[in-house]
């Protein structure tokens, strides 16, 4: 029988290959579209969720990696005309759920400052696809529309993290688990 963190693993995985997010550019962009466009692609809702589980759940880390996120999304979405004819960033997007899941799933058996290189690469991906989203070179509204959209996701997959720790000391201290 399979264990519960392969079962969630493999169906992140399958759900990271429905990268659906970055199919057409928008037409027309605000604050508004780029505050929700993180929550509209599941990859880019998963990889947000799974980076803030991770920072809850790697001590040495915490909010490193949704601020190296961030950084590289920022990075990422400012340069997307060079990184879009310097690599094809859509199977990028797509690897990083499986990856980040990997680093969730991993926690604190990886070394942090690997943790945040690997982040930080697949944030300029995930910037630079969004980036193609946009119909004309991203102006300040809609870019900080699309990281504030970011944060607020990182955020919930942190509370989540953070529940995730309390519920499973609050097991070994009640002797539910060992």
């Not at 070394?111 to 944030?123: D, E, H, K, R, S």
């Amino acid at each position: 029988m399979f264990n519960t963190k392969i079962k969630w693993f493999a169906l992140l995985l399958l759900a990271s290959f429905q990268a659906q997010a970055h199919t057409d550019p928008l037409p027309q962009m605000s604050f508004q579209i780029s505050l929700l466009h993180p929550f509209t692609g599941i990859d880019h809702l998963l990889a947000m969720l799974l980076i803030g589980m991770t920072a809850a759940l790697t001590p040495k880390t915490k909010l490193s990696l949704p601020l190296v996120f961030s950084f590289g999304l920022l990075i990422g979405t400012l340069g997307t005309g060079w990184l879009n004819a310097a690599m094809n960033v859509e199977p990028w997007v797509m690897g990083s759920v499986a990856v980040f899941a990997a680093l969730t799933w991993a926690k604190t058996r990886i070394n942090p400052t690997l943790q945040m290189g690997v982040v930080g690469i697949f944030a300029i991906a995930h910037g630079a696809a969004h980036g193609m989203s946009l119909p004309a070179a991203p102006d300040l509204a809609t870019t900080a529309g699309l990281l504030i959209g970011s944060l607020l996701l990182q955020s919930i997959g942190y509370a989540i993290g953070q529940l995730v720790c309390r519920s499973a000391s609050l097991a070994r201290n009640t002797g539910i688990t060992s």
